[in-house]
Antibody
Framework: EVQLLESGGGLVQPGGSLRLSCAASGFTFSSYAMSWVRQAPGKGLEWVSAISGSGGSTYYADSVKGRFTISRDNSKNTLYLQMNSLRAEDTAVYYC??????????????????WGQGTLVTVSS | DIVMTQSPDSLAVSLGERATINCKSSQSVLYSSNNKNYLAWYQQKPGQPPKLLIY???TRESGVPDRFSGSGSGTDFTLTISSLQAEDVAVYYC??????????FGPGTKVDIK
């Protein structure tokens, strides 16, 4: 059974940093591209960042480029999101999501077949 | 980026009746090389993560009840719940993955019981 478990969320002041983790199990983690998707309170879904299975390719939404860094440790089956220079508008539940196929065929992609439960990040003074 | 819109914003349907949600993309998500529409539908219940219902516009995910169906091609898509059940109360999102970086979602449609 595929499981994705996020952690690391919390309350942080504007300009601060936070690192999210997503522990994966139930599939060959290193074979699959992964993404982070966020959802501001009461709002819709926004893709944030993605990483290839090997970790060699990373991609970011314009809204977080230069501030967030996605990475993975395939030996630990864990995905990360390092968030720096946080802003109030980064307040959201952050989900990790597994791609429905091992890799994109860029520029074409795939849907997300599994999502974690999410971790809440609140940026406020 | 491809912009996704959904209509209506919300709808209330009687138990056992049909619910229809529309999704429109700002450009075609039909890939001519494989004749596939790069469009997915998700269901999100309060306090839960999104759940994949439909991909390739009309392929039902394993375990999803057959009252859920997807249709459409190019820029116009529909999610139909043929006979609404109480457990179907949720927000439904469409997603395009044709131009996948970034992939984009519709704003969501809230479905309630009338």
């Amino acid at each position: 059974e595929v499981q994705l478990l996020e952690s690391g969320g919390g309350l942080v002041q504007p300009g601060g940093s936070l690192r999210l983790s997503c522990a994966a199990s139930g599939f060959t983690f290193s074979s699959y591209a992964m993404s982070w998707v966020r959802q501001a309170p009461g709002k819709g879904l926004e893709w944030v960042s993605a990483i290839s299975g090997s970790g060699g390719s990373t991609y970011y939404a314009d809204s977080v480029k230069g501030r967030f860094t996605i990475s993975r440790d395939n030996s630990k089956n864990t995905l990360y999101l390092q968030m720096n220079s946080l802003r109030a508008e980064d307040t959201a539940v952050y989900y990790c999501a597994k791609l429905g196929a091992p890799r994109w065929e860029l520029p074409r992609g795939y849907y997300f077949d599994y999502w974690g439960q999410g971790t809440l990040v609140t940026v406020s003074s | 980026d491809i912009v996704m819109t959904q209509s209506p914003d919300s709808l209330a349907v009687s138990l056992g009746e049909r619910a229809t949600i529309n999704c429109k993309s700002s450009q075609s998500v039909l890939y001519s090389s494989n004749n596939k529409n790069y469009l997915a539908w998700y269901q999100q219940k309060p306090g839960q993560p999104p759940k994949l219902l439909i991909y390739w516009a009309s392929t039902r995910e394993s375990g999803v009840p057959d009252r859920f169906s997807g249709s459409g091609s190019g820029t116009d898509f529909t999610l139909t719940i043929s006979s609404l059940q109480a457990e179907d109360v949720a927000v439904y999102y469409c997603q395009q993955y044709y131009s996948t970086l970034p992939t984009t979602f519709g704003p969501g449609t809230k479905v309630d019981i009338k």
